[in-house]
């Protein structure tokens, strides 16, 4: 089976620290996508940042950064200088592939508290 | 480009009611998904349209219903309303074919609040 899990519901952390979000995910897949999506108060959804597959070298987008380990399927994030505004809900996404029905697949996310 | 919109952004309605919900996607994308969030369920998947055409649905019962048009514009009807259909409904675009077809974009949401 092809499956996301997040298995932390809620981090906190102090402004200006560094956080890491867990997620793995399983397949059999060789070549995909991983992302992650980001939920504010607001409730609006964001693509924070996405990883290829194929490609060894970790993505990076400003302060955030993956963890990508594909022999362990583990996918995680580095949030570097946390600031009041990461205060969100965290989402891990893959692709979960069924032939004709593959959709996207998210983890059930992580609550992330930035403390000022 | 313009992102994702939704409309409407609110919407209270009683049981036994239908609602439609309105989702215009990114410009150049042709797939929209629609994702109901509650806090109790977290998010889950409702169906994807592609070019007019379902091409994957969820777990949900026939109430739930959608469309997709020339457009790439979709709708989303529920119709005979249960209290537990309140929820945050979003929507997602995506280019829905090639490498980066799963890489989805956001609406801001349709509360929905059935009482």
């Known amino acids: 089976a092809q499956t996301v899990t997040q298995s932390q519901p809620e981090m906190s952390v102090q402004e200006a620290e560094t956080v890491t979000l867990s997620c793995t995910y399983d397949?059999?897949?060789?070549?995909?996508?991983l992302f992650w999506y980001k939920q504010p108060p607001s409730r609006q959804m964001i693509l924070v940042i996405r990883q290829e597959a194929y490609k060894q070298q970790n993505a990076t987008e400003n302060r955030f950064s993956v963890n990508f380990q594909k022999a362990a399927k583990s996918f995680s994030l580095k949030i570097s200088d946390s600031q009041l505004g990461d205060t969100a809900m965290y989402f891990c996404a893959f692709p979960l592939f069924t032939g004709a029905n593959s959709k996207l697949t998210f983890g059930k996310g992580i609550t992330l508290s930035v403390r000022p | 480009k313009a992102g994702v919109t939704q409309t409407p952004r609110y919407l209270i309605k009683t049981r036994g009611q239908q609602v439609t919900l309105s989702c215009s996607p990114i410009s150049g994308h042709r797939s929209v998904s629609w994702y109901q969030q509650t806090p109790g369920q977290g998010l889950q998947f409702l169906f994807e349209y592609f070019s007019e055409t379902q091409r994957n649905k969820g777990n949900f019962p026939g109430r739930f219903s959608g469309r997709q048009f020339s457009n790439s514009r979709s709708e989303m009807n529920v119709s005979t309303l249960e209290l537990g259909d309140s929820a945050l409904y979003l929507c997602?675009?995506?280019?829905?074919?090639?490498?980066?077809?799963?890489?989805?974009?956001f609406g801001p949401g349709t509360r929905l609040t059935v009482t």
């Open positions: 997602a675009s995506s280019l829905g074919q090639g490498v980066r077809s799963y890489e989805q974009y």
């Open positions: 397949t059999s897949e060789n070549n995909y996508y």
